[in-house]
């Protein structure tokens, strides 16, 4: 057990699963860096630096840096999965998806299925997501719950460094394809991870935080945010679990519901747009499941249907934040409070 | 092709106004100051003047992630891309786009561009228009070497070729896609792709802006011809990092300060026109000045412009909704 970042904790997860299983191959752009130039190699180990040092290690063969043709690599990728490879690519941004979406939706994520359960693709596409870096509209988007829409692919969250290495070693070692989202402001963040592989399984939510007043259902970044609004509600008397269901695709439907009908009471915390997205379905599962436990309308927090907007004081208003999470749930007991009145 | 006094000055005075811009873009980015990524185009300026001065208004151009260079090339103002890079709501885009996504539709300008490869496929449509509509428009893409491998640049291509589209294609290689070298990432070569759909292409030296200048002259005049698409395989190189903050480590030491020693295009240009006695130092002297004024005003003003408003956040998603 010791001290890791996000980054660390992913970059550890990789080395520790090739170490132990020589079909893992990495592909992305610039994952090492310096491809055919004069100067350093492994100059970049990605664009943050998470994959950096790997190829000391494991070398060309399987350390591979690609051309800027995201369809042609994820695509790749599919099929060598499909034909006795498990690789591990690198989406630089999930915004990128656009030019390469028909290879994991259509190709990868379908195999199984179309062919009567005679394919596996265990492949995993790692790729950066999230506003807050004042990347602007094409480079900060969350776009999970496209994926999640997708019959065929899993779709998981780390939520800090002890879940990234977990579920990252999860997702390796998992027979579907796999989207792995890490959330671009958590990189530095640190925390105890254990020095030895582990996995996290999916579909298992993680209950960080126990209450009696209300449930928060937070999905990646969010969940920090979610427990920074709970401290500060707990100061003032209202108790709250906060659900990291980990993976949105399973999606842990039993801890939620069970959560809900403890609490009555429900906030869910969701970065990406607020059409069709993941508080929007956990709202509907509520509805049809738990509908008689409610004792509030249900909360969503989620960022106005926009674009991510460039300027600093823009993106700020946009993306939730723990001030609109503690709101949300002083609406939500509020509306007790008037109930009963 | 003939270039009179005021082309050159004119010619000048953008190359120096886009290499004031980005030096002192570098310093700005430095303190902290300027939010997001910043990709800077010195170096490559006499890709983008030697280009877009033969364009007009009229005629669309689109570019990339490297956008600041072909902005100004193509008379977007100075002041309203400060404030845009700086998130004012004074910017050309209200500061919601940032220095990745300037755009002067007004201009020909399409945007920079945050997403590799996405500018080629517009083109085709800007193209596509000048040519239904007759407006004897003609519209370029500006494209790296690593965009070169993208399916999109690729197929832009051979629908221009199909369509016979008065679009040219320009393939700025500065030899490096972040820090990828365009010798691993690149198969087969630029004009043996252009070649296989059926176009022409020109072998630019882009530290040389009459080379740039006249293949680009060649490139336009067929285009506006109706004779259909053209390549430019323009070898150029960046002085700065991919992004501010790119420590390239994988450049040859020495690599850049050779380059800027040795083939600058702006300091070439220089000495080839006071060479032949069509400017003289004294001319050049006070556009250097003038360029210098104008940028620091610029910033200054983009520093102490207002922010977007709060109800900013909610407007221009659609036209109606
Ligand atoms: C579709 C897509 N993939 C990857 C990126 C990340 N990215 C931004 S710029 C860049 C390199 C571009 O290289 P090149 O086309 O040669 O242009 P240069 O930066 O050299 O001007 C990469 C990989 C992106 N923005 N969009
Ligand atoms: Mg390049």
């Known amino acids: ?341 | 092709m003939q270039m009179n006094r005021e082309d050159l000055l004119q010619a000048y005075r953008r190359m120096r106004t886009i290499r004031e811009f980005e030096e002192r873009l570098h310093l700005e980015f430095a303190t902290g100051e300027i939010p997001g990524f910043v990709h800077l185009y010195a170096g490559e300026e006499a890709c983008a003047v030697g280009i877009c001065m033969q364009l007009t208004d009229r005629d669309a151009i689109a570019s990339t992630h490297r956008g600041h260079g072909h902005c100004l090339a193509k008379g977007v103002e100075v002041a309203g891309m400060m404030n845009e890079i700086y998130g004012r709501k004074s910017g050309l885009c209200g500061g919601k786009g940032g220095s990745m996504h300037i755009a002067d539709l007004s201009k020909g300008m399409l945007g920079a561009n945050g997403i590799v490869g996405g500018g080629p496929p517009l083109i085709c449509g800007a193209a596509l228009t000048a040519k239904v509509l007759k407006t004897g428009a003609v519209a370029v893409a500006f494209f790296g070497d690593g965009a070169s491998n993208q399916g999109t640049t690729l197929e832009s291509l051979n629908l221009a070729s199909i369509w016979n589209l008065p679009a040219i294609f320009v393939c700025e290689d500065n030899g490096y896609a972040e820090s990828t070298s365009s010798a691993y990432s690149v198969g087969g070569s630029q004009a043996g792709r252009a070649a296989g759909f059926g176009m022409p292409c020109h072998e630019v030296d882009g530290f040389d802006f009459f080379a740039v200048h006249d293949a680009a002259a060649t490139a336009i005049a067929r285009a506006r011809a109706g004779e259909g698409p053209s390549m430019l395989h323009v070898r150029l190189s960046r002085y700065f990092g991919h992004f501010e903050g790119d420590a390239t480590t994988y450049r040859a030491p020495g690599e850049v300060e050779r380059l800027r020693a040795e083939r600058d295009c702006i300091a070439r240009f220089r000495k080839r026109v006071t060479e032949a006695a069509l400017l003289d130092d004294a001319d050049l002297d006070s556009a250097d000045e003038a360029v210098t004024g104008e940028i620091e005003h610029a910033v200054a003003d983009a520093k102490n412009a207002p922010l977007p408003s709060e109800a900013d956040l909610l407007t221009d998603v659609y036209v109606a909704y």
């Open chain 1, 1 to 341: 057990m010791s001290k890791k970042s996000y980054r660390a904790a992913i970059n550890e997860a990789l080395r520790q699963e090739m170490r132990r299983d020589p079909t893992i191959v990495l592909m992305g752009e610039d994952i090492a860096g310096g491809a055919g130039a004069p100067g350093e190699q492994d100059a970049w180990g990605g664009p943050l630096g998470v994959t950096k040092g790997l190829l000391a290690e494991f070398g060309r063969e399987r350390i591979l840096d690609t051309p800027l043709s995201e369809s042609a690599f994820i695509g790749a990728a599919a099929g060598a999965a499909a034909t006795g490879l498990r690789p591990v690519a690198e989406l630089m941004f999930v915004d990128f998806m656009g030019v390469c979406f028909d290879q994991i939706f259509n190709q990868a994520a379908k195999f199984r299925y179309m062919f009567g359960g005679r394919a596996r693709t265990p492949m995993v596409i790692r790729t950066m997501y999230g506003a807050g870096l004042r990347a602007a509209s094409q480079h900060s988007q969350s776009l999970y719950p496209i994926f999640t829409h997708i019959p065929g692919l899993k779709v998981a969250l780390p939520s800090s460094p002890y879940e990234a290495k977990g579920l990252l070693i999860a997702a390796i070692r998992d027979d579907d394809p796999v989207i792995f989202f890490e959330n671009k402001m958590l990189y530095d963040d640190e925390e105890e991870v254990p020095d030895e592989p582990y996995a996290i399984p999916f579909g298992e939510a993680n209950l960080t935080r126990e209450g009696d007043h209300a449930t928060i259902v937070a999905f990646g970044r969010m969940v920090k945010l979610a427990n920074a609004a709970a401290d500060r509600l707990e100061k003032a008397g209202i108790s709250c679990n906060v659900v990291d269901p980990r993976t949105t695709s399973p999606l842990d439907t039993g801890t939620i519901l069970e959560c809900v009908e403890d609490t009555g009471r429900l906030v869910i915390v969701d970065e990406a747009s607020p059409r069709c997205n993941m508080a929007a379905d956990i709202s509907a599962l509520v509805a049809q499941e738990a509908f008689g436990a409610l004792k509030a309308p249900i909360q969503m927090v989620c960022p106005p249907h926009v674009p991510v907007p460039f300027a600093p004081n823009l993106e700020d208003l946009y993306v939730p934040s723990a001030e609109r999470i503690e709101a949300a749930v002083r609406a939500v007991m509020a509306y007790k409070a008037r109930e009963a009145a």
